[in-house]
């Protein structure tokens, strides 16, 4: 049996990937819901934006600047991939969109590798960041622990826009009728842009939060990609609070199992996603009846 | 001029053909009844109408305006309302986000939440329960209430009273008779031939696609032969 000690470092480290998968997957999953494409290049945006970042805070050493060049980078390549190629694929079948925009994610992560090589950055850790905390059963990195609560005020501001606003007011309906918002007068196409950038916000800022935490390479997006598919079948497609409690489960089983044998962490997360499609194939939080 | 014109139009859902040459106006103020057989054309008719079946070859005059081939969302801007047969709640929303969704694009003169809320009582006591957890009874009230806070000039009601308690129906019914008398029009699709012959002052038949009859509701009600080759089973 691992030590009390390890389990609960291993419980934290599960709420930090399971934060982090959360956003990421918050972002899959509107895009998803709302425009019916599942976003293969969404690893290849979060590896974007960590490169960004890392670029920026060795340029300027300013975190705060390394996050918004991120977030910024990302809303306009989101902006160009949605209304240059993706636009073109909602009429199209399923495998046409899952072939564009793995393509997509193919060209960035080529084109990371030829600006920057194959091989793994780090990114610095900011001062404020720097050095341990003491929590008494467990002691943490700073860093980590104030990146927890970044990605919990993030998930919170999309929590607002999804909720307290007029755009995520036509998001959350389209997602479960897309017709009916018709019918009542919305031109659900045109909220499509505002969506994909928004999806996209969400996956820059996840990738500059852990850019210091992780080694910044071109292949960085792919793992993160399969798991937030995981997240987004286990939450409910299109479901907000489906990414954000499926992301914390996904979180802990990797991290728990990975404390008895690393080997098993991704066979039980597949476990645990198939119990979920046997017992409700909606996904915890998703609505029934949807195609 | 009619708020509503159409002129021959023709639809189909794929390779199979629906509507034929499909005439039939309604006049501003008025409740008209839509009313046939099952599988007679009536629900394609009104999806026509709306633009969520795209007529192949006719004219939809709506306002003063020709709308065929437009998208439903620019229609339902315009002023026609669908209230669909499945009455497509959202139920994830609460009934207030229904409402709210539905008047987001509403004009300036549309009715505000609280005079839907007094109209539908039933509405404001469950104003934050979400969709799915309405009775049908309440979300038929919704989905009528989203077209009254649209302020819909034409209400196109599609079997409204279908699967609903008898005494539902006589509550839905006087609900649509009050917004009859202050002058609401509606088109109304109804199996329930005596609730919408008492709904309505004047009556389409179709048959297949085609249009059969026209005439008022009286009129109607007194040609047994009539209603019985066209609507008998």
Known sequence: MPSPSLFFAQLF?????????????????????????????????????????????VATQSYVLAALAACAVLVVLGMIIERGIIQFYYSRPPEDQILVTFGIGVVLVEVIRVIFGGISHSMPVPDWGSGIVNMGFL?????????????????????LVLYRTRLGLIVRAGIEDQRMVGLLGINV????????????????????????????????????????????????????????IGGLIAGEI?????????????????????VVLVLRPQGLFGVEGRE | MSLLEVQGINSHYGDSHILFDVDMRVEANEVVALLGRNGAGKST???????VVTPTRGQVRFDGQDVAGRPPFEIARRGMQLVPEERRIIGTLSVHENLKLAALSAGRDAWSFERVYEFFPRLQERRRSRGKDLSGGEQQMLAIGRALIRNAKLILLDEPFEGLAPIIVRDLMASCQQLAREGQTFLV????????????????????????????????????EVMDRYLGV
């Open chain 1, 13 to 57: 480290n599960g709420l930090a990937l399971g934060s982090l998968l959360a956003l990421v997957s918050a972002g899959l999953t509107i895009i998803l819901g709302t425009l019916g494409v599942l976003n293969f290049a969404h690893g290849a945006m979060f590896m974007v934006a960590a490169y960004v970042a890392w670029w920026t805070m």
């Open chain 1, 254 to 274: 990797l991290t728990l199992t990975t404390m008895f044998n690393p080997a098993y962490s991704h066979v039980m997360l597949y476990l645990a996603m198939a």
């Open chain 1, 139 to 159: 002691i943490y990195p700073k860093y980590r622990v104030l990146a927890l609560g970044i990605i919990a005020v993030a998930l919170l501001a999309l929590y």
């Open chain 2, 45 to 51: 008719t009104l999806k026509s109408l709306m633009g």
């Open chain 1, 189 to 244: 196409k045109r909220t499509f842009l505002a969506v994909f950038a928004l999806g996209s916000l969400a996956v820059g800022f996840a990738g500059a939060v852990y850019a210091p935490i992780i080694a910044v390479n071109p292949e960085m997006g792919e793992q993160l990609l399969v798991q937030s598919f995981v997240v987004v079948v286990i939450g409910g497609l299109g479901s907000f609070p489906g990414a954000v």
């Open chain 2, 189 to 224: 699709v109804e199996q329930n031939v005596a609730a919408a012959l008492r709904l309505a002052d004047r009556c389409y038949l179709i048959e297949n696609g085609h249009m059969v009859y026209e005439g008022s509701a009286e009129a109607l009600r007194d040609s047994p």
